[in-house]
């Protein structure tokens, strides 16, 4: 069979400094993404580093008043957690409207975050994929591409991010906490951790090569009304043809995050200043560099209207 | 037993067992995970290897060369099997595209290597170190593109290519109400739960296939065709089977490839297809392109009606029979259908559930809908005054049973279907609006001669033996309550065993053919055995009473286990049938009435509720048939809103080849479903008299939600699936 070490790491920083010392490798936790990848050889790691025993599976206070959520928290008992329901309700909401009751049981808040496109040419081996085969080219465009990207694409990629979890938190400015292999930390604004394909969609993060994700913190809670709206063709398990997170304060400013339109959870502060005007006015910003394709185009109208809805609801 | 006269009062019409909603009697194995299916059959055969089938990478051309051996020096590699070392191979008689490809490819994922090893994680590890360059051939992916080349294709399975009765385009001409429309339907998958799989094992020349498999007579003949080898030497077994839908009902690569494996290896050999195959190697649904014309009095009363279809298909494939339903479901003095069928390179198309039928009223209860519209009369009561009792094409044949208006207004009364509003997109609940639709059901009754065993031994044990299948349909339930209620003795007192090739010769399981045909074939068995057990007992078998354990005739009684004293008592018969499937036409009814809501502001369609009428004869067990057809309502609405086989025409293939990709609907999308039997008999069926079922439950009910659709927002899609980008520019506002 086709061969990879395996070793349960002891500390987050082993963990890193093994990733970084060794060619090819991949951390695993609740492997719902992972495996599956593995099965296909799409993803071949020569080296796995389990890091389920890591003591990271906490939901913790920070001392600003928000939540340290770390890395292992499984998505069903982040989204089931107390504070979450009654200060998030926007993550709780994303989350329970993502994957199946199964998969939330087993998946964690990093891997959730570092899950890959499911693009259908990224999933067949026999086709051009940039982000799967650098260089190969990208199927999906001029290929079947009702799922795909409107904004923020390239000539090599118009794969989304499929996450519903990273939607909300963008909409709360969370923050990605890190160890590096050296053992040093550091603190990614979620706004810089995915990025746009550009002309490299297989570098999906801006994580270092070994750099592990130990926690997401959210800052204190903001109010307002909150809401995550996911638009898509079966009322379950399916990926969003788009959905929106909207936080509406009582003033009428707020903050919205799409998911389904890009590479990347899609924000922009400055369309968020068009709130009062409604929602046509902050999608035309949202969008104002929008590319769709003709089997995606649907995409703007369809954000325009479910956004019109979530604040319509959010101010009755 | 031959059956060339209607049925009169029989053993069956008793009803102590038959007709009753028993559970199914293999049910607790199949909740307990102990029905063995066939990937699970380690016991049968030890030393069992693992195969790994390698598919096409290009949907058209040729192998141009082939480089085994980094894979065949992998780790527990035993043998690998192409097109290359196979052997001279044939085509089964209901294969299209051969099962092995190369070197010319014929579709892609088209089976083109088997790697055998000591276990599954070697064998697909080597697959990926087969190399294979291809030369890829111009090949032909698009339906719409190749429509007006489309070949007349021969009368097949459906009917004829061509049909006309009257003048139609004279009629349609001078109807003052006219309709002329066109719709598509896009290619399904069966996206069955258990992919195709099969254990291989060989025993000198005689091999022998644990698999799953509808038809095991069809599936043994064809192994032995191509494979190139007696009949006799291939044994089929099947007993559960994971779901099929049609997609089952053949010969198909895994089977032969495990067999070729086994003997290359000299080991058994299982092969499960991997799921990404499921969609390109196998069989699905094709597309199809149809216009339908209509022309009617102002009154409804429909004159001239023509259906035509465009499919296509890979060399040898058939064309999918949309139009038979158009030939028989409305009145009409001038009507015509059309069949025409493009080549095309893509995967075989082959029959899915209901095939041609639940594509054609896919398309024809929408134009009813749209034509009542133009009428301004409601589509039930336009349905029901353009009912026919008669075969419209030849008006002396009657059909033998037709509860269709039966079915529309006990189905409009119970819905609630008055409060309908006409106009569309007028109701609003909510953040909903509101719609509701209807749909007439129909599919024939097919009749095959079907065969079975029966056996009693000496502790009255009543044993079935047919090589019959169960996809999941509860054949195993309906044979036993055949055999209880035909020699008189409780259902734990019989047993039946099923999908052997060792056994008689059933129908097999198909186009709902399998329930009234597999047990008026154990009918026929169990009559002979009561013949054969009257007269062991000495009685005048024309007067024994067979109930309760005991034979009785006048004032003498014996425990029917006594016959079996010496030994046991064995018959054999078949059912055959004479002309009355010609004389009269056989068929099945029904009314889908649904409610939908659409979202107003996302147009995400959700179904609010569903019910189903249906007219399909003696209902043989109303628990397992109410599971048919509400399982083949939850088809409809998957076939009316998501499922669709992409095709990527650059490449082509089907590109969403998984199950995430694929969209069936799931639990969330399935509000209460109703769903209800009319009180019918078919004395003119079988001795059963009953039909089928299975397959009545998905004809209609797509159209049904496409109407609903219109009714809640004023916007007619054509195109299925309706997914909510069709929607969103004719939103009300």
Same mark, same amino acid.
């Given at each position: 069979?086709?061969?990879?070490?395996?070793?349960?790491?002891?500390?987050?920083?082993?963990?890193?400094?093994?990733?970084?010392?060794?060619?090819?490798?991949?951390?695993?936790?609740?492997?719902?993404?992972?495996?599956?990848?593995?099965?296909?050889?799409?993803?071949?790691?020569?080296?796995?580093?389990?890091?389920?025993?890591?003591?990271?599976?906490?939901?913790?206070?920070?001392?600003?008043?928000?939540?340290?959520?770390?890395?292992?928290?499984?998505?069903?008992?982040?989204?089931?957690?107390?504070?979450?329901?009654?200060?998030?309700?926007?993550?709780?909401?994303?989350?329970?409207?993502?994957?199946?009751?199964?998969?939330?049981?087993?998946?964690?808040?990093?891997?959730?975050?570092?899950?890959?496109?499911?693009?259908?040419?990224?999933?067949?081996?026999?086709?051009?994929?940039?982000?799967?085969?650098?260089?190969?080219?990208?199927?999906?465009?001029?290929?079947?591409?009702?799922?795909?990207?409107?904004?923020?694409?390239?000539?090599?990629?118009?794969?989304?991010?499929?996450?519903?979890?990273?939607?909300?938190?963008?909409?709360?400015?969370?923050?990605?906490?890190?160890?590096?292999?050296?053992?040093?930390?550091?603190?990614?604004?979620?706004?810089?951790?995915?990025?746009?394909?550009?002309?490299?969609?297989?570098?999906?993060?801006?994580?270092?090569?070994?750099?592990?994700?130990?926690?997401?913190?959210?800052?204190?809670?903001?109010?307002?009304?909150?809401?995550?709206?996911?638009?898509?063709?079966?009322?379950?398990?399916?990926?969003?043809?788009?959905?929106?997170?909207?936080?509406?304060?009582?003033?009428?400013?707020?903050?919205?995050?799409?998911?389904?339109?890009?590479?990347?959870?899609?924000?922009?502060?400055?369309?968020?200043?068009?709130?009062?005007?409604?929602?046509?006015?902050?999608?035309?910003?949202?969008?104002?560099?929008?590319?769709?394709?003709?089997?995606?185009?649907?995409?703007?109208?369809?954000?325009?209207?479910?956004?019109?809805?979530?604040?319509?609801?959010?101010?009755? | 037993?031959?059956?060339?006269?209607?049925?009169?009062?029989?053993?069956?019409?008793?009803?102590?067992?038959?007709?009753?909603?028993?559970?199914?009697?293999?049910?607790?194995?199949?909740?307990?995970?102990?029905?063995?299916?066939?990937?699970?059959?380690?016991?049968?055969?030890?030393?069992?290897?693992?195969?790994?089938?390698?598919?096409?990478?290009?949907?058209?051309?040729?192998?141009?060369?082939?480089?085994? #051996?980094? /894979?065949? @020096? *992998?780790?527990?590699?035993?043998? %690998?099997?192409?097109?290359?070392?196979? $052997? &001279?191979?044939?085509?089964?008689?209901?294969?299209?595209?051969?099962?092995?490809?190369?070197?010319?490819?014929?579709?892609?994922?088209?089976?083109?290597?088997?790697?055998?090893?000591?276990?599954? #994680?070697? /064998?697909? @590890? *080597?697959?990926?170190?087969?190399? %294979?360059?291809?030369?890829?051939?111009? $090949? &032909?992916?698009?339906?719409?593109?190749?429509?007006?080349?489309?070949?007349?294709?021969?009368?097949?399975?459906?009917?004829?290519?061509?049909?006309?009765?009257?003048?139609?385009?004279?009629?349609?001409?001078? /109807?003052?109400?006219?309709?002329?429309?066109?719709?598509?339907?896009?290619?399904?998958?069966?996206?069955?739960?258990?992919?195709?799989?099969?254990?291989?094992?060989?025993?000198?020349?005689?091999?022998?296939?644990?698999?799953?498999?509808?038809?095991?007579?069809?599936?043994?003949?064809?192994?032995?065709?191509?494979?190139?080898?007696?009949?006799?030497?291939?044994?089929?077994?099947?007993?559960?089977?994971?779901?099929?839908?049609?997609?089952?009902?053949?010969?198909?690569?895994?089977?032969?490839?495990?067999?070729?494996?086994?003997?290359?290896?000299?080991?058994?050999?299982?092969?499960?297809?991997?799921?990404?195959?499921?969609?390109?190697?196998?069989?699905?649904?094709?597309?199809?392109?149809?216009?339908?014309?209509?022309?009617?009095?102002?009154?409804?009363?429909?004159?001239?009606?023509?259906?035509?279809?465009?499919?296509?298909?890979?060399?040898?494939?058939?064309?999918?029979?949309?139009?038979?339903?158009?030939?028989?479901?409305?009145?009409?003095?001038?009507?015509?259908?059309?069949?025409?069928?493009?080549?095309?390179?893509?995967?075989?198309?082959?029959?899915?559930?209901?095939?041609?039928?639940?594509?054609?009223?896919?398309?024809?209860?929408?134009?009813?809908?749209?034509?009542?519209?133009?009428?301004?009369?409601?589509?039930?009561?336009?349905?029901?005054?353009?009912?026919?009792?008669?075969?419209?094409?030849?008006?002396?044949?009657?059909?033998?049973?037709?509860?269709?208006?039966?079915?529309?207004?006990?189905?409009?009364?119970?819905?609630?279907?008055?409060?309908?509003?006409?106009?569309?997109?007028?109701?609003?609940?909510?953040?909903?609006?509101?719609?509701?639709?209807?749909?007439?059901?129909?599919?024939?009754?097919?009749?095959?001669?079907?065969?079975?065993?029966?056996?009693?031994?000496?502790?009255?044990?009543?044993?079935?033996?047919?090589?019959?299948?169960?996809?999941?349909?509860?054949?195993?339930?309906?044979?036993?309550?055949?055999?209880?209620?035909?020699?008189?003795?409780?259902?734990?007192?019989?047993?039946?065993?099923?999908?052997?090739?060792?056994?008689?010769?059933?129908?097999?399981?198909?186009?709902?053919?399998?329930?009234?045909?597999?047990?008026?074939?154990?009918?026929?068995?169990?009559?002979?055995?009561?013949?054969?057990?009257?007269?062991?007992?000495?009685?005048?078998?024309?007067?024994?009473?067979?109930?309760?354990?005991?034979?009785?005739?006048?004032?003498?009684?014996?425990?029917?286990?006594?016959?079996?004293?010496?030994?046991?008592?064995?018959?054999?018969?078949?059912?055959?049938?004479?002309?009355?499937?010609?004389?009269?036409?056989?068929?099945?009814?029904?009314?889908?009435?649904?409610?939908?809501?659409?979202?107003?502001?996302?147009?995400?369609?959700?179904?609010?509720?569903?019910?189903?009428?249906?007219?399909?004869?003696?209902?043989?067990?109303?628990?397992?048939?109410?599971?048919?057809?509400?399982?083949?309502?939850?088809?409809?609405?998957?076939?009316?809103?998501?499922?669709?086989?992409?095709?990527?025409?650059?490449?082509?293939?089907?590109?969403?080849?998984?199950?995430?990709?694929?969209?069936?609907?799931?639990?969330?999308?399935?509000?209460?479903?109703?769903?209800?039997?009319?009180?019918?008999?078919?004395?003119?069926?079988?001795?059963?008299?009953?039909?089928?079922?299975?397959?009545?439950?998905?004809?209609?009910?797509?159209?049904?939600?496409?109407?609903?659709?219109?009714?809640?927002?004023?916007?007619?899609?054509?195109?299925?699936?309706?997914?909510?980008?069709?929607?969103?520019?004719?939103?009300?506002?």
């Amino acid at each position: 069979m086709r061969s990879f070490s395996y070793e349960r790491a002891a500390s987050p920083g082993a963990a890193a400094a093994a990733a970084a010392g060794t060619a090819n490798a991949k951390f695993i936790a609740g492997g719902t993404n992972l495996l599956d990848l593995m099965k296909l050889e799409i993803e071949t790691p020569a080296h796995l580093i389990d890091v389920n025993d890591l003591a990271l599976d906490r939901i913790e206070e920070t001392a600003d008043g928000g939540l340290r959520i770390g890395a292992l928290v499984r998505n069903t008992d982040l989204a089931a957690d107390i504070r979450v329901r009654r200060d998030y309700g926007v993550l709780s909401r994303a989350l329970l409207a993502g994957a199946s009751g199964q998969l939330r049981n087993k998946a964690t808040t990093a891997g959730n975050l570092l899950q890959r496109t499911r693009c259908p040419y990224f999933y067949d081996t026999n086709l051009p994929c940039n982000k799967r085969k650098p260089g190969s080219g990208c199927a999906a465009i001029g290929g079947f591409s009702r799922q795909h990207a409107v904004v923020g694409v390239s000539d090599a990629c118009i794969a989304t991010h499929p996450s519903d979890m990273a939607v909300a938190m963008r909409a709360l400015d969370a923050v990605v906490e890190t160890v590096r292999p050296d053992g040093t930390t550091r603190s990614i604004p979620i706004a810089e951790l995915h990025r746009l394909p550009g002309d490299s969609p297989e570098i999906e993060t801006s994580l270092e090569p070994g750099e592990l994700i130990t926690a997401v913190v959210l800052p204190k809670p903001v109010g307002g009304a909150q809401a995550y709206r996911k638009v898509r063709d079966r009322a379950s398990y399916a990926f969003a043809l788009v959905s929106v997170a909207a936080i509406v304060q009582r003033d009428g400013t707020g903050r919205v995050a799409l998911g389904g339109v890009a590479h990347k959870p899609w924000r922009v502060e400055a369309a968020e200043a068009k709130l009062p005007d409604g929602a046509k006015a902050v999608t035309a910003r949202l969008f104002a560099d929008a590319k769709p394709t003709k089997d995606n185009a649907y995409k703007l109208p369809l954000a325009e209207r479910t956004l019109a809805a979530v604040l319509r609801e959010a101010r009755a | 037993m031959r059956f060339e006269h209607p049925a009169t009062f029989n053993p069956i019409d008793q009803l102590k067992v038959i007709g009753h909603p028993t559970s199914r009697i293999e049910g607790p194995l199949k909740t307990t995970g102990t029905a063995p299916y066939a990937y699970e059959r380690h016991d049968v055969a030890a030393n069992q290897a693992y195969g790994y089938v390698v598919g096409s990478a290009i949907g058209k051309g040729r192998i141009g060369s082939i480089d085994l #051996e980094a /894979a065949k @020096a *992998a780790p527990g590699v035993l043998a %690998i099997v192409t097109s290359g070392n196979a $052997g &001279k191979l044939g085509k089964g008689e209901r294969n299209a595209a051969p099962l092995l490809g190369g070197p010319e490819i014929a579709h892609y994922h088209q089976a083109v290597a088997i790697v055998v090893a000591g276990t599954f #994680e070697q /064998a697909r @590890a *080597a697959a990926q170190l087969v190399r %294979i360059d291809y030369v890829k051939g111009d $090949g &032909k992916f698009d339906l719409a593109a190749e429509r007006d080349k489309g070949i007349t294709p021969h009368p097949s399975f459906g009917g004829p290519a061509d049909t006309a009765v009257g003048d139609f385009a004279s009629a349609l001409a001078g /109807a003052p109400v006219q309709l002329d429309a066109t719709y598509t339907t896009p290619d399904q998958g069966h996206a069955m739960m258990e992919p195709h799989a099969s254990i291989a094992a060989w025993d000198g020349d005689k091999l022998t296939v644990w698999t799953s498999n509808q038809m095991i007579a069809w599936g043994a003949e064809d192994m032995a065709k191509t494979l190139g080898i007696p009949k006799e030497n291939v044994r089929l077994v099947s007993p559960y089977i994971g779901g099929g839908f049609g997609g089952k009902l053949f010969l198909r690569a895994e089977v032969l490839l495990a067999a070729l494996g086994a003997r290359a290896a000299g080991r058994p050999v299982k092969v499960a297809l991997q799921r990404p195959l499921m969609f390109n190697n196998t069989t699905h649904r094709p597309a199809t392109i149809q216009r339908i014309r209509i022309g009617a009095e102002r009154d409804g009363k429909i004159t001239a009606i023509g259906h035509e279809s465009w499919s296509g298909n890979v060399k040898d494939g058939e064309p999918e029979m949309a139009v038979s339903q158009t030939r028989l479901l409305y009145a009409g003095a001038s009507r015509m259908t059309a069949t025409r069928l493009a080549a095309l390179d893509l995967p075989e198309g082959n029959a899915m559930r209901a095939p041609g039928e639940a594509s054609g009223m896919m398309a024809l209860e929408i134009a009813i809908d749209e034509f009542a519209d133009k009428l301004g009369i409601d589509p039930v009561v336009l349905r029901i005054s353009n009912d026919t009792q008669v075969d419209p094409e030849h008006p002396e044949r009657h059909f033998s049973q037709r509860q269709l208006v039966q079915c529309l207004s006990d189905g409009a009364a119970r819905f609630g279907w008055d409060k309908r509003n006409p106009k569309p997109g007028a109701v609003r609940d909510g953040r909903w609006l509101v719609g509701m639709g209807v749909a007439a059901a129909f599919r024939n009754n097919l009749v095959a001669k079907s065969a079975a065993r029966v056996r009693l031994d000496q502790q009255g044990i009543v044993t079935v033996e047919t090589d019959m299948t169960d996809i999941g349909t509860g054949s195993y339930t309906i044979i036993a309550q055949t055999a209880a209620e035909m020699m008189g003795v409780p259902l734990d007192k019989v047993a039946v065993r099923l999908g052997d090739s060792d056994f008689p010769v059933s129908c097999g399981s198909g186009g709902q053919w399998g329930g009234n045909n597999s047990t008026a074939g154990v009918y026929a068995a169990c009559t002979k055995l009561r013949e054969t057990i009257a007269q062991k007992l000495g009685f005048n078998s024309a007067e024994a009473v067979f109930a309760d354990g005991v034979v009785r005739s006048g004032n003498r009684s014996v425990p029917l286990a006594q016959a079996a004293g010496g030994g046991d008592l064995v018959a054999e018969d078949a059912i055959e049938y004479g002309d009355l499937a010609k004389t009269y036409q056989q068929s099945t009814f029904g009314a889908h009435f649904v409610e939908v809501g659409v979202d107003a502001d996302t147009a995400e369609i959700r179904v609010r509720r569903m019910l189903a009428v249906c007219a399909a004869g003696r209902i043989l067990n109303p628990k397992a048939a109410r599971s048919q057809v509400i399982g083949a309502m939850t088809m409809g609405v998957g076939a009316a809103l998501m499922e669709d086989l992409v095709v990527d025409k650059r490449h082509g293939l089907f590109i969403n080849h998984d199950l995430a990709a694929y969209e069936v609907p799931v639990h969330a999308d399935i509000p209460h479903q109703e769903m209800i039997f009319l009180d019918e008999t078919d004395p003119i069926s079988s001795p059963m008299k009953a039909k089928g079922v299975a397959e009545l439950g998905i004809c209609g009910v797509a159209a049904a939600v496409a109407n609903a659709v219109y009714n809640a927002t004023g916007v007619r899609v054509r195109d299925y699936p309706i997914t909510l980008d069709k929607l969103l520019a004719g939103m009300p506002v």
